[in-house]
């Protein structure tokens, strides 16, 4: 419950604000509530296939991706998944990629135009690429120190890149092995 307690903490701070809200917000803060409902949903989803499995498919990963995506385009966000893989990962990796997809949605939630997220491996690496496009000139997209020991742990890390005016790419790496060499 822990790892959903900050997503719980802004619906509820959602929801105190809608009374106070015009017809608009109300309907962007809903919009909100919808996102972040879907991803403690499959969260908790992931938690409970981990329990007990040694993996968790890419399928597994790519239908919370999707549940997801089903949620933001309700709020007129275009979005695309391309899967390149069908490599199994270990749950840390399942639930890691999967946070980091929400940490940089949530970031960018309010300036999104369109989202688009590949999941590719490399000989040594699982890559979770994110690129996301906003009318907006500068997003941010996640705290740099954003889980900096789990993913030590992991052996993983992220690369941040500004491609062009309103275009953002983030990519989270980590190796297959499941753990820091």
């Known amino acids: 419950v822990l790892q959903i307690m900050p997503q719980i903490d802004k619906i509820k701070k959602y929801l105190a604000f809608q009374s106070q809200a015009g017809e608009q917000e109300k309907y962007k803060l809903l919009w909100k509530i919808n996102v972040l409902g879907a991803y403690i949903k499959r969260r908790c989803n992931l938690i409970l296939m981990a329990e007990g499995q040694e993996v968790i ?57 369109s989202l688009s997220v590949t999941l590719k491996n490399s000989e040594k690496d699982f890559i979770l690429s994110i690129e996301i496009k906003s009318i907006m000139e500068q997003v941010s997209l996640l705290d740099e120190n954003w889980k900096s020991e789990e ?31």
């Open 57 to 113: 498919t890419i399928g597994d990963l790519a239908r919370s991706i999707e549940e997801s995506f089903e949620n933001l385009e309700s709020g007129g966000v275009a979005t695309d998944l391309s899967i390149e893989t069908t490599s199994d990962i270990t749950p840390k990796q399942a639930l890691l990629l999967y946070d980091f997809f929400e940490a940089v949605v949530e970031t960018a939630i309010s300036e999104l135009d």
């Open 151 to 181: 993913l030590a742990s992991l052996g993983g890390h992220i690369v941040f890149e500004a491609k062009d005016k309103g275009i953002f790419h983030i990519s989270m790496y980590l190796p297959k092995g499941g753990e820091a060499k």
